[in-house]
C-alpha cells in the first residue's frame, strides 16, 4: 500500500470578501453600540474575525473597528455637551456615559478576541480595552467643557460635603474611579489639593479670630483630620491621602502654630484642661507638622511666669511651698497625660522650674525647711502613708534650689529643735529623709544630722547609768559641734534644780574626763503643776517662763523690774516670755493689771489669772521656743554667708595653687563653675579682692587682670 502526502489545495478568497465581512462586523458594532441584540450569531462574528485575522487582515480590521468606536465615542460626548446639566446631574449624565462605554468595549473584546490577541501577541498595537480607553481619554481631555464642568462639579460637591452636606459618595466614587482608570487622576488631583489649601486656610484664618477658647478650634482639627480621610476611604485614591493630610495640617496647624499657642495655651494651662492639651500635642507632633518645639518654647514660658508670680510676690511667702508643690504636680499631671511624658518637655519643665525658683536667691531654700519643719511635727494633718510622698515632692523642690547650703542651715537649725523639744512625730520618718538627702548630696551634707541622732541615742544610754535624787530631770549631752549655735541665755537658776545639774555634772566628768559641760538653758522645758480655786491645769512651758510662774507662788502681784531681777536675764528674752503668759489667745496665765498693747514697762504689774478657762488639762505655752525669731532667721543667713565666703577663698585659692597664674576671667569662670552655691560676680570680686590685701594672690606687673599665687 503506497501513501502519498499532497498540501491542502487553497481556495481564493473572493475578491469583496474583507468588505462583506466588515460590513457584518460593522453592524454588529453599531448594535452593540446601541446596546441591541447583534443580527448574526456571536459565534459566526467571532468566525468572522477570525478568518480576517488569519488572511492577513489584521491592521486593517483594527483601524476599521479603532475608527467606528471614535466615532461613536465623538457622537456620545457631543450628545453629553448638549445637554445643560451642571453638578451632580452632569456627574450622573457622564458616569453613565462611562459605564455604557465600558459595557459596550467588554463585549466588544469578546467578540473580536481574535484580533484582540494577535495584536497582544505580535505587541504591535493596543489591547482593544486600552485602545477603547484611549479614545475615550482623547476626546475627554479634548473636550474643554466637559473636562471643565466635571472639575467643578467635584470640587463643587467636595465643598458641600466639607460644609456639612451630604452628597452621593457612590457617584463620586465611580467619576474618580473613571479618571483613575483613564490615568487622568491628576487632572482633579492637583485642583483638588489647590482648592483643599484655600478652603483650609480661610477656614483657620476664620475661626482664629473669634474669640474665646482654643479648644473648640482643636477639636475642629481633630474631626477635619477624620473627614478628609473618611473621603479618601470613600471616593478618593488612596495615592491622595498623604499629601491631602499634609495640605490639611499645614493649613489649620503649620501656618498658625504660634497663634494657636498665643490664643490659647496660657488658658488650657491654668484651667488645667488636660484633654485639649493632649489634643493640642497630639496635633503639634504629626508627622507632617512637627512644630513641637514651638510648644515647648510656650510650655517653659508659662511655667516660667507662672512660677515666678509665686516666688517673687513676697505677701504669699507663707503659702509659697505648699503652692509650689501644688503647680509641680500639676505640670506633672500635663506632662504625663497630656504630653505622653516626652522626655525633653521634661527638660523644659525642670529647667524653667529651676530659672523661676531661684529668681530669689535664699528665701525659697529657708521656707522649704521650714515647711518639711511643719510637717515633721506632731499634729500635722497629714499620715504617715500621705507624709512620705509629699516629703519625696518636696525634695524634688530640693534639687531644682540652687541655695542649698541656705536650707542645709535652717532644716538643721529646726531638726535640732525638733530633737531637742520631743517634737518629732517620727523618728523613722526623720531618719528616712536624712537619708534620702545623703543619697542625693552625699555623707558631707548630713553628717551633721546623723551626728544629732547619735548623740541623742548616747545620751540616753549614758544617763540611763545617773540614778540622782531628781528623777523629774532630763538632761541631754550633746556634742557642740554637731548642733547650731545657740545664744546663751542667762537666768538665775533654783537651788534644787542647779543642784540636780550639778549632780549630773560630777558624774559625767567622772566618767568622762577632761571633757566640758556647757548647760545650755535657752531650749528647756518645764511642767508646772498649777492650782486654781475650781481646776487644775499642767502647764508645759519653757524654763524662764517656769522661773516666772514660780514668783507667784509668793507674791500675787509682781512688776515687771522685778520679775527681771528675780530671773536674772535681758529685757528681750523676759519680754517674750511674759507676752506668750500674759497675752496668748490661746491660754492667758498670766494678766496684766492695767489693760493697753504688747509692749510692756518696767512699771507694768501682773498678777496670775484665776478666771483661766481652757478646755485641756494639759497647755502648752512654750511655743515661743519652737517659732523662730526675725533675728533667729537673720543670724541663720548671716552664718550662711559667712560660710560662703570660706568657701570661695578656699576655691580660689585651690585653684590658683593649681594654676599657678589666670587671668581674670579665666579664674572667674572657673570659680563660678566649681562653687555648689549661687554667687554674685560682684562678690566674688570682692574675695578676690580681699585675697590679693591678704597677700594670697598677686597681680601681675604688666598686665593688671592677671593673677598669680603667692605660696
Known sequence: MKLSIRPFETKSLPGDFEKMMWKKLEMAVHSIHKQEAARHPLEELYTAVNDLCLHGFTDSLYDKLEKTCEDHIKSVFSKLEGKRLSGVKFLSALSEVWEGTCIELTVIKTVFGSLDRTVVLHNSRKALWDMGLAIFRTIFTNSESTKTRTLTALLEQIQFERQGTSINQGLMKQTLSMMTSLGIYDLFEAPFLQETRRFYSEEAATQLAKEGDIGPYLYLIQSRIAEEGNKVEAYLSFHTRKQLTTDVLQCLIGDHAQDILDKGFVSLMENKKVAELRLLYSHFDLPGVQKVELLKNSFRIF????????????????????????????????????????EELGY??????????????????????????????????????QLEPLLDQCLDLFRMIA?????????KKDFAKRLLLGKCASIYTEKVFIGKLKAECGPSFTSK???????????????????????????????????????????????????????????????????????QTCLCTCTVKATYARVKKELNVSLMQALILLIFNNEKEVSFAKIKELVGTSDVELTRSLQALAFSNQARILKRTVKGGKEIADTDMFVVNEELQHRHYKIRVNGIQMNETEDEAKATTERVFQDRSYSIDACVVRTMKSRKTMSHSDLMSTVFSQLQFPVQASDLKKRIETLLERDYLARDDRKQNVYHYVA
Do not use: H
Open 303 to 342: 511655667v516660667k511666669q507662672a512660677g515666678a508670680k509665686k516666688v517673687l510676690n513676697e505677701a504669699n511667702d507663707s503659702s509659697m511651698i505648699s503652692d509650689l508643690l501644688v503647680f509641680k504636680t500639676e505640670l506633672d499631671d500635663v506632662l504625663q497625660n497630656a504630653f505622653s511624658g516626652r
Open 449 to 519: 544630722l546623723e551626728g544629732m541622732l547619735k548623740d541623742m541615742e548616747v545620751s540616753r544610754e549614758v544617763l540611763s547609768e545617773y540614778s540622782g535624787e531628781d528623777t523629774n530631770l532630763s538632761v541631754q549631752i550633746l556634742t557642740e559641734s554637731y548642733w547650731p549655735t545657740y545664744q546663751s541665755c542667762q537666768v538665775l537658776l533654783p537651788t534644787k534644780l542647779s543642784t540636780a545639774l550639778d549632780g549630773v555634772k560630777t558624774f559625767y566628768l567622772k566618767k568622762y574626763s577632761g571633757r566640758r559641760l556647757v548647760w
Open 403 to 411: 541655695a542649698k547650703d541656705v536650707f542645709e542651715a535652717f532644716y
Open 348 to 385: 523644659t519643665l525642670r529647667d524653667a522650674f529651676e530659672e523661676f525658683i531661684n529668681m530669689r536667691a535664699n528665701r525659697p531654700a529657708e521656707l522649704l525647711a521650714k515647711y518639711i519643719d511643719s510637717k515633721m511635727k506632731p499634729g500635722a494633718k497629714e499620715t504617715d502613708e
